[in-house]
């Protein structure tokens, strides 16, 4: 139900409010899917392992990691900004880094996040789904993470749903296909529907921001 009244997001009681391009709304609150799948088992475990890894850390580390976070700078859902707590950027760091297959850092990092794409461009049919991508090749020490959306109607054009569905090797060349393990998350692409895809660039934890685009599977 769309309403006129100040910003709100979250919920109270059995009624959620948000926000979206068309303005504020509130809708009955929803239970949260808990379908325990492999992936999400998986992003649970990694979660678990840095809230243990954080236990083990000397005061001279948190105090690292702290001043990391006061670097790192977050938008939340009402727009406001915010910086990272250590325990937040100790987290956020070695969640990235365990996704893309590196070691756990126990010391903070250098703050050095990586520039963002120049473009991203992906095109599909029912037996492919590939990323083409500039600057092409990536660095030697950059990745990139491509998550995209599940299949969705050809008239939708605001997605907020993205899932990690890839991530390159360092130096990769464009394109990245995506087919088999977008195809195992969500199904073959189906002509007719419509993906949207992000794309943001890795470097040892830090990552860029997000670069989107969007397809009508042909």
């Given at each position: 139900m769309k309403i006129l009244d100040v910003p709100q997001s979250g919920s109270v009681g059995g009624v959620t409010s948000s926000r979206?391009?068309?303005?504020?709304?509130?809708?009955?609150?929803?239970t949260p899917v808990n379908p325990a799948s492999s992936f999400q088992t998986a992003v649970r475990a990694r979660m678990q392992q840095n809230a243990d890894g954080w236990k083990a850390l000397t005061a001279v580390q948190r105090e690292g990691?702290?001043?990391?976070?006061?670097?790192?700078?977050?938008?939340?859902?009402?727009?406001?900004?915010?910086?990272?707590?250590?325990?937040?950027?100790?987290?956020?760091?070695?969640n990235y880094r365990l996704a893309a297959g590196d070691t756990v850092s126990s010391d903070a990092i250098l703050y050095d996040p990586p520039a963002p794409l120049l473009t991203v461009t992906p095109t599909a049919t029912i037996a492919t789904l590939s990323v083409a991508y500039t600057t092409t090749p990536l660095a030697a020490t950059i990745r990139a993470f491509i998550s995209a959306s599940p299949m969705r109607s050809a008239?939708?054009?605001?997605?907020?749903?993205?899932?990690?569905?890839s991530v390159t090797a360092a130096a990769a060349a464009s394109p990245?296909?995506?087919?088999?393990?977008?195809?195992?998350?969500?199904g073959a692409p189906v002509v007719g529907s419509?993906?949207?895809?992000?794309?943001?660039?890795?470097?040892?934890?830090?990552m860029s921001q997000p670069m989107t685009a969007s397809l009508i599977v042909a």
């Open positions: 979206n391009r068309y303005g504020q709304y509130r809708r009955t609150r929803a990691w702290g001043a990391l976070g006061a670097q790192m700078t977050r938008t939340d859902s009402m727009g406001q900004t915010y910086d990272m707590t250590g325990f937040a950027a100790y987290c956020s760091v070695n008239g939708r054009f605001f997605e907020s749903d993205y899932r990690l569905i990245s296909s995506i087919f088999t393990p977008y195809s195992a998350r969500f419509k993906i949207f895809v992000s794309v943001q660039l890795y470097k040892a934890g830090l």
